[in-house]
Structure formats: C-alpha cells, structure tokens
C-alpha cells in the first residue's frame, strides 16, 4: 500500500503567488510529501491566496466550503485532511477566516511559510485548533527555505518583495509588507541553480522589482540595473524578464539596459492605471501623465523593437467621463500590445474606500467594456502583424491536442505548434501562421514552404 502523504495547492492571483506555490511544494517534498492530481485525493489541501480585488479574496471562502466537504467525506473513509490557507488574504483577513471558516487547521501569511514544518507539527498535535500565524518576521523566508527548483524552461525568481508606494487603493503594501530586496549574491546563486536545472529564461519578480536594492558582498546597495547586467553573464541564460516595474523608477541606467542586453526580451509590463493627471494624484502614483509617456519614449529609443503592457483601473472615485477618455487616450499613444484591466474594488483599509465620489458599478462595467475593446483592438493588430514572420519560440507546455506544444515569443504572446515533444523547454524558431486576440499558430520547421523541391 502507498502511503505517501500526497499535497494540493490552489493558487490565486498574481505570479509572486505561483512562484510563492512552488516554494511551499519545495517544502513539503522536502517533507517527504508528494503532488496529489486533486483535492479529494490529498491529505494536505492549501489555497494561496490573493486579497488585491473583493472578488478573488471571497472565492477562497467559497473553495474552502467545498474543501471542508471533501474533509468530511474523507473522514468517512477513515482518512484526515489538513486544510491551509496562505497568501494575502490569511495577512489581510485572519480574523475572518477564524470566524467564516474556523474548520481551517492552518493560515499563514506570504512571509510566514518558511515556518510551515513546524506549522504542520503544531497542526497534527493541536488537532481541531487553526494554528494561525500572520507575523511580519524579522528573519527573510528565503534563509530558510530549500533551494529553489526549475520549472522547465521558465522559471520565475522573487528577488524583491513588499511596496512603500502606498497606491491609495492597494492592499500590497499592508499584506506583503514594506520593500525588501534579496542579496545580489542569492539572487545569482539562485539563478545559477535553476540555469544549471534546465531554465533558459528567468523572470524576476517583485511588486515593485525595479526599486530592487540588494546589497553586493561588500554590503554596497545595487540596483536593478546591475543585477541584469550580472545575470547576463550567466551561460545558458537566453532570455531575462522582470516584473512588475513602478513607472517612477524607471531609471536612466535600467533603460540603458534595453540597448545593451540581448538576453532582456523587447516586452516590458509597466502599469500606468490611469491616463489623468488628477486620478493618478488621487491613487498617489509617483508619475504624471507627461512622465509615463517620456519613459516609454525613452525606452522605445533604446530599443526600438520593445512593446509595452500595462495595468488600468477604471471606476477609481472621483474619475469622470473626461478622466476615463484620458484614460483610452493614452492606450492609443502606447499602443499597449497586452493589458491588465479591472474595475477599481473597494479593499477594506485602504485610503481611497474612504473616498468620495465612489463610482457606480454600472459605470465602472461601461468603462471597463469599452477599455477592454480598445485594447484587444491593438492586441489583436499586434498579433496580425506577426503572421509570415519567424520568431523564437520557448516551449513550456503541452497543448490540449496531442503531438502540439504551446510556447511563447519574446512579447510574451502564446503560440500553438505541432511539434515533437522533445521540444518542450528549448527555444525553436517558429514561423508564425495565425493570429487571434489571445494567441497565435505556428508552424515548424519555420522554413517548411521555403526548402521543398
Ligand atoms: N481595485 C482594482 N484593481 C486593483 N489593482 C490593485 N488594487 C486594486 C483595486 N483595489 C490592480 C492594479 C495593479 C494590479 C495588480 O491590480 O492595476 O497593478
Ligand atoms: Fe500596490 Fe502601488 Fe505598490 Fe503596485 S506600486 S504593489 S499598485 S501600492
């Protein structure tokens, strides 16, 4: 009988989430634990959480109720269940999740789950009692947590974590905390580490990655700037992203970068969130209207082939009919080739859920309806644009059809190919054949109609 103790981990929200997710499962592989396919088959049942909008913090409320279902069947066939939640929601709303779902055996914020060994000992001796630890700890997690494993060709490598930005809306800088940055040195080593296990591209994460700050052996501060350009002597590194970057520290010297880098892909996610000067006062972004733009210009200059994406929130109160058409204006002056947008949601202790002026939600759907037109508009002209081209293609999954993989470009676009599996996590030239919205076909040898006869 197998009685491998097996794991199942959900994952909300952001990227920091996923990479977060895959540290807990380094963790408890280290604990001799294994992946389960399915919650009704795991002993353990952890939701990583995700509080920046109402709607994903409460369907981790949801998913929990359903999770306490598979608890109790599972205990009619004589087996225990460990439920756990971790992430933004456990820092932001523990109370809640004592009272709405005080089956849960665990919570952990997103800096705590270093502790989980111990957290799981505590849970197996205090059983029926949710052992809860929301702490701001004075030690860094990633001290304590075993080395970080690949995850193919891509894998993504926190190296700044926490906001001092306070954007009058946002939950971050109360759930992950003030900044802090990583070593140069364990940054490096990390980066070695998933190169040398089979990565080719590394994307940096942090809520504010471009604020990076690691000290350098001798305890000098560097910058974001520095740290690509040591990760591109790297061997075996093709491709560096990072993400996601605060417009007001957009250095000159990161700019730079976008010039002298090949290894730095031409696609940079930089949220504006507002096209108005006044809403963007109101969400206290460090940059105007005139600011942003004067950035991407710049950036453009140093690399011509480099296309943007960005966050928007419309619906932020006080925003009018003339703030919004700012707004589409300046989507039409980038010309975003990818977006993120979303209807501003109230976050309990945030400046701006005390605001006036509160914009109804019919309102907010209109705009969002017709931000989203607009930037599908040029998603899709972007894509269009690629057909006949070749393009470097970096496989990272297996597609829904067998014998297809699905890849991505250097602009982050995904793209359906049929081709062997022995391509998965190596970057082959692709020529690209159709485009949608949401991805592109593709087909291999990229020079298949050119070579026959
Ligand atoms: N309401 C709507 N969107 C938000 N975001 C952050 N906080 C809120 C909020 N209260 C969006 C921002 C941010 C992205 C990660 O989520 O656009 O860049
Ligand atoms: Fe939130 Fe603003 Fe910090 Fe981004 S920069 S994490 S939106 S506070």
Known sequence: MNTTQKYYIKTFGCQMNVYDSHRIAHILDSLGYEAASSTRNADIIIFNTCH???KAAEKVFSDLGRA???KKERAAEGKDTIIGVTGCVVQAEDEQIAVRAPYVDFATGPLTYHRLPEILEKVKRARGESIIDTEFPAESKFDFLPENKSSGG???LAIQE???NFCTYCVVPYTRGVETSRSVEEVISEAR???N???VELNLLGQNVNSYHGTDQNGQERSLAYLLRKLAEIDGLKRIRYTTSYPADMTDELIACHKDLPQLMPYLHLPVQSGSDKILKAMNRRHSRDDYLRTIEKLYAANPALRMSSDFIVGFPGETDEDFE???DIVKRVGYIQAFSFKYSKRPGTPASLMPDQVEEKIKQQRLDILQDLLSSYQLKF??????????????FKGRHSGQLVGRTPYMQNVHVNIGKEYLNRIVDIKITEATVNSLTGIYPAETQSKKG
């Open 52 to 54: 920046i909008r109402e």
């Open 162 to 164: 926490g906001c001092n």
């Open 68 to 70: 306490l279902l598979i």
């Open 193 to 195: 580490h998933l190169v």
């Open 197 to 199: 296990s089979g990565s």
């Open 326 to 328: 700012q707004t589409l």
């Open 154 to 156: 891509c894998s993504f």
């Open 383 to 396: 894509n269009e644009e690629t057909i006949g081209k070749t393009m470097p293609v970096l496989f990272e």
